[in-house]
T-cell receptor, first 117, second 109 residues
Framework: GAVVSQHPSRVICKSGTSVKIECRSLDFQATTMFWYRQFPKQSLMLMATSNEGSKATYEQGVEKDKFLINHASLTLSTLTVTSAHPEDSSFYIC???FGTGDSYEQYFGPGTRLTVT | GQNIDQPTEMTATEGAIVQINCTYQTSGFNGLFWYQQHAGEAPTFLSYNVLDGLEEKGRFSSFLSRSKGYSYLLLKELQMKDSASYLCAVMDSNYQLIWGAGTKLIIKP
């Protein structure tokens, strides 16, 4: 299957600082990238959808000024958590998708565990 | 509203067979996915169904009935490494995935 990487895998930061998470599709061009957040024992929550070269579409309740998404190329998307607070501590997962025929399978990155102290 | 239902937790014995059910109500349907997620890791793709019927892939099979809004994931010859959460997700009319909360599968020796 296709490979999606995320960096960093783990990050600990102090409250008030900003953290950038990178998501790369390594062997395919992703038409769309997604950013999810997962709290323990809960389903994945979609934060935003981004297409290369256009602004991200944020889900209701997600602050676009706090979670900045840049989809600069067909293989790279970044999520920046600005002015992080302890409640932002979570597992952030990106996924990338390319549409081929009837399948719109998403490939997931390994996730980034963010801890804000 | 959109809704995906699956059991919270299931327990099975090594070597046995287990069936994890998923029912859904979504605005539109463009396929149903099953993912496996081990604790602390991102989900990995298991199967995709868009037409009714059974798709078999090794020890794992997935079934879909669109008229009933129902799917199941069948795991055969269970191994200890199959202990994980299994997520059902439906792609809606906007081609976005609607996720179930996942079923935690516990395999006992």
């Amino acid at each position: 299957g296709a490979v999606v990487s995320q960096h960093p895998s783990r990050v600990i930061c102090k409250s008030g600082t900003s953290v950038k998470i990178e998501c790369r599709s390594l062997d395919f061009q992703a038409t769309t990238m997604f950013w999810y957040r997962q709290f323990p024992k809960q389903s994945l929550m979609l934060m935003a959808t981004s297409n290369e070269g256009s602004k991200a579409t944020y889900e209701q309740g997600v602050e676009k000024d706090k979670f900045l998404i840049n989809h600069a190329s067909l293989t790279l998307s970044t999520l920046t958590v600005t002015s992080a607070h302890p409640e932002d501590s979570s597992f952030y997962i990106c996924s990338a998708r390319f549409g081929t025929g009837d399948s719109y399978e998403q490939y997931f990155g390994p996730g980034t565990r963010l801890t804000v102290t | 509203g959109q809704n995906i239902d699956q059991p919270t937790e299931m327990t099975a014995t090594e070597g046995a067979i287990v069936q994890i059910n998923c029912t859904y109500q979504t605005s539109g349907f463009n396929g149903l996915f099953w993912y496996q997620q081990h604790a602390g890791e991102a989900p990995t793709f298991l199967s995709y169904n868009v037409l009714d019927g059974l798709e078999e892939k090794g020890r794992f099979s997935s079934f879909l009935s669109r008229s009933k809004g129902y799917s199941y994931l069948l795991l055969k010859e269970l191994q200890m490494k199959d202990s994980a959460s299994y997520l059902c997700a439906v792609m809606d009319s906007n081609y976005q995935l609607i996720w179930g909360a996942g079923t935690k599968l516990i395999i006992k020796p």
